[in-house]
């Protein structure tokens, strides 16, 4: 089993949909990562969070530490959001990530 | 500031072949990250240099793989002899604790092993 678990792996969604991507982990962590990734293949980090929630723009990301889940929420979703969001957790004690295999997000105009 | 730079962003070889890849972290960034990442999978670590010393190099298949960061700026990554199972986008990325160790990432080498 791995450490970080994403789902959904795909998502396909008309544009204008509210978009939820989940991340359940199992090991202690001093923060967690959201990232993007376009098909070009270079990561964009969108969020870094250790409690509570974030806002930027249309994306929210949400983390529930005693749950060990988080939450990424896109708004108003756009065709242009179109790629793989990652998931990624700082183990505690030392700075090395731990990444999810991602969920790849399609957004249809 | 400038991001994280890395080149070349393709490359197409032929199995038995050396490549390099380079990164140049940002600016002051003392940590620097080189993962492999195949189609279909998240990130794996390769090795984590801090200034021009490694940190963790575990996942390293040093039978083929090497690193090396002379200065303690920008890196190479050097496979020697490539096999099939090494077509993967490498990925750079850097950090520093003045940014709360946030790891920024480069845009990535998309290397095909054919």
């Known amino acids: 089993k791995n450490e970080v678990e994403q789902s959904p792996q795909n998502l396909t969604a008309q544009e204008g949909e509210f978009i939820t991507i989940n991340c359940s982990y199992s090991?202690?962590?001093?923060?967690l990562h959201w990232l993007q990734q376009h098909p070009g293949g270079g990561i964009v980090s969108l969020f870094m969070l250790s409690s509570g929630k974030k806002k930027h723009g249309r994306l929210i990301a949400t983390i529930n530490i005693q749950e060990k889940h988080s939450s990424l929420h896109i708004t108003a979703s756009h065709p242009r959001d179109s790629a793989v969001y990652i998931c990624a957790v700082r183990l505690r004690g030392n700075e090395k990530l731990t990444f999810g295999t991602g969920t790849r997000l399609t957004i249809i105009p | 500031e400038a991001g994280v730079a890395q080149s070349p962003r393709y490359k197409i070889i032929e199995k038995r072949q050396s490549v390099a890849f380079w990164c140049n972290p940002i600016s002051g960034h003392a940590t620097l990250y080189w993962y492999q990442q195949i189609l279909g999978q998240g990130p794996k670590l390769l090795i984590q240099?801090?200034?021009?010393?490694?940190?963790?190099d575990s996942q390293l298949p040093k039978d083929r793989f090497s690193a090396e960061r002379l200065k303690g700026v920008d890196s190479t990554l050097k496979i020697q002899p490539a096999k099939l199972e090494d077509s993967a986008v490498y990925l750079c990325?850097?950090?520093?604790?003045?940014?709360?160790?946030?790891?920024?990432f480069g845009p990535g080498t998309r290397l095909t092993v054919l």
């Open positions: 090991v202690g962590i001093s923060a």
């Open positions: 240099f801090q200034n021009n010393g490694v940190v963790d």
């Open positions: 990325a850097s950090s520093s604790p003045r940014v709360g160790n946030e790891q920024f």
